[in-house]
């Protein structure tokens, strides 16, 4: 029965007190002229009910509002990984709108930093109550974080985790267990005739910590079997590119390509154009891209993190805080490091689409 009562609130309380809403509401809120006895049997429910007001409701009865600002890549260096995030904001974008919070996104190109500095200007003109951040850009995003500090802003990351921040939380994968994970899958295939190449790709050559953490990780495990890897830096800003770079390493000998961002696609087009069938890759993000070559079985395994799930819980931190001044235990929140194939690809793209809500007990909405 209490929990009953605590779920229909107020309305409960008027009806026991036999007041109307508006007079639970003024002894809520402490606002408003209420006679004490009828303020004292109000309280007298409100403790038999084990009730705690709700502050989103609270600041909803108080017409406050709340402005977002999300900042994070767009598309436009061939990366369709960034279609994701967007995705899951969307959702939560959905969720809150019958509350009184707006939203203002602002995408920059994740291989400048000028467009990224860019768009961290236009967000403090806007002066938000809170922001979404994928902070790709090390050294200006500390001193972005410096002034929302200074203001009391809080913020939340999502992809890449900057430490020693006051940030209120990280969505996004361990990426050096990641790293340490795609070295073990590559290690059941290798033998003494394998060759090993960690391919990094990037327009201008702009690799963000965690893709320096992966590889890290890979290193790690791949460095115990005493075999080695080379790494190969590949700037694709260049038509030429990666065919102009990996041709050399084309040389009939089993090659294993570790692919540590969500561009394996772009290495998995050129092999399958070449007629080159003695590469195993292993890279990331379960894109439309990366998946057709995975099905094919150019590219043998994906590590998925599930970015459309951390930028929807990421909202619903920040929007909590922001609102709810909800507490907030656990800073790092990683997301599972899923191992795709294509013998299971299908089935596990099916289960994220039946769960069109993220859940989760610490990110809900109060």
């Given at each position: 029965?209490?929990?009953?009562t605590?779920?229909?609130?107020?309305?409960?309380?008027?009806r026991?007190a036999?007041?109307?809403i508006?007079?639970v509401?003024r002894?809520?809120?402490n606002r408003?002229?209420?006679?004490?006895?009828?303020?004292d049997?109000?309280?007298?429910?409100?403790?038999e009910?084990?009730?705690?007001?709700?502050?989103?409701?609270?600041?909803?009865?108080l017409r406050?509002?709340?402005?977002?600002?999300?900042?994070i890549?767009n598309?436009?260096?061939?990366?369709p990984?960034?279609?994701?995030?967007?995705?899951?904001?969307?959702?939560?974008?959905?969720?809150?709108?019958?509350?009184?919070?707006?939203?203002?996104?602002?995408?920059?190109?994740a291989?400048?930093?000028e467009?990224?500095?860019?768009?961290?200007?236009?967000?403090?003109?806007?002066?938000?109550?809170?922001v979404l951040?994928?902070?790709?850009?090390?050294n200006?995003a500390?001193?972005?974080?410096?002034?929302?500090?200074a203001v009391n802003?809080?913020?939340?990351?999502?992809d890449?985790?900057?430490?020693?921040?006051n940030?209120i939380?990280?969505?996004?994968?361990?990426a050096?267990?990641s790293?340490?994970?795609a070295?073990k899958?590559?290690?059941?295939n290798?033998d003494?005739n394998?060759?090993?190449?960690i391919v990094k790709?990037?327009?201008?050559?702009?690799?963000?910590?965690?893709?320096?953490s992966?590889?890290?990780?890979?290193?790690?495990?791949?460095?115990?079997?005493?075999i080695?890897?080379k790494?190969?830096e590949i700037d694709l800003?260049?038509d030429?590119?990666?065919?102009?770079?990996?041709?050399q390493?084309?040389?009939?000998?089993k090659?294993?390509?570790?692919?540590p961002?969500?561009?394996?696609?772009?290495?998995a087009?050129l092999?399958?154009?070449?007629?080159?069938?003695?590469?195993?890759?292993?890279?990331?993000?379960?894109?439309?891209e990366?998946?057709?070559?995975?099905?094919?079985?150019?590219?043998n395994?994906?590590?998925?993190?599930?970015?459309?799930?951390?930028s929807?819980?990421a909202?619903?931190r920040?929007?909590?805080?922001v609102?709810?001044?909800?507490?907030?235990?656990?800073?790092?929140n990683?997301?599972?490091?899923?191992?795709?194939i294509k013998?299971?690809?299908d089935?596990?793209r099916?289960?994220?689409?039946?769960k069109?809500?993220?859940?989760?007990t610490?990110?809900?909405?109060?």
């Amino acid at each position: 029965m209490v929990e009953q009562t605590k779920k229909l609130g107020i309305k409960e309380i008027a009806r026991r007190a036999g007041v109307s809403i508006g007079t639970v509401d003024r002894v809520l809120h402490n606002r408003g002229e209420v006679k004490k006895e009828t303020h004292d049997k109000i309280i007298q429910i409100i403790n038999e009910l084990e009730y705690t007001p709700n502050p989103l409701a609270q600041a909803l009865s108080l017409r406050k509002t709340a402005n977002i600002a999300i900042v994070i890549p767009n598309s436009s260096d061939n990366n369709p990984y960034w279609q994701k995030p967007v995705e899951g904001i969307a959702i939560a974008q959905k969720e809150l709108s019958a509350y009184n919070v707006t939203f203002n996104t602002f995408y920059f190109n994740a291989t400048k930093q000028e467009s990224f500095i860019s768009a961290i200007n236009q967000v403090i003109k806007v002066a938000p109550d809170g922001v979404l951040i994928c902070p790709a850009f090390k050294n200006p995003a500390i001193q972005f974080f410096a002034q929302l500090d200074a203001v009391n802003i809080p913020y939340v990351f999502i992809d890449i985790n900057i430490n020693n921040t006051n940030s209120i939380g990280y969505f996004g994968q361990d990426a050096f267990q990641s790293g340490v994970i795609a070295a073990k899958l590559m290690c059941q295939n290798i033998d003494s005739n394998s060759t090993i190449i960690i391919v990094k790709q990037s327009a201008h050559k702009i690799f963000s910590d965690h893709i320096e953490s992966r590889i890290n990780g890979f290193c790690r495990v791949i460095d115990t079997y005493n075999i080695g890897a080379k790494i190969v830096e590949i700037d694709l800003s260049y038509d030429d590119e990666p065919q102009s770079t990996m041709r050399q390493y084309f040389t009939g000998k089993k090659l294993n390509i570790f692919v540590p961002n969500s561009r394996a696609f772009v290495l998995a087009d050129l092999i399958e154009k070449s007629g080159i069938n003695y590469c195993n890759i292993i890279g990331y993000d379960l894109i439309n891209e990366n998946v057709k070559h995975l099905k094919n079985g150019t590219i043998n395994y994906l590590l998925n993190q599930r970015p459309d799930e951390q930028s929807y819980k990421a909202i619903m931190r920040l929007f909590n805080y922001v609102l709810g001044h909800k507490a907030t235990e656990q800073k790092n929140n990683f997301s599972p490091i899923d191992i795709i194939i294509k013998e299971n690809v299908d089935y596990y793209r099916k289960s994220l689409m039946d769960k069109k809500i993220y859940t989760n007990t610490n990110n809900s909405i109060l």
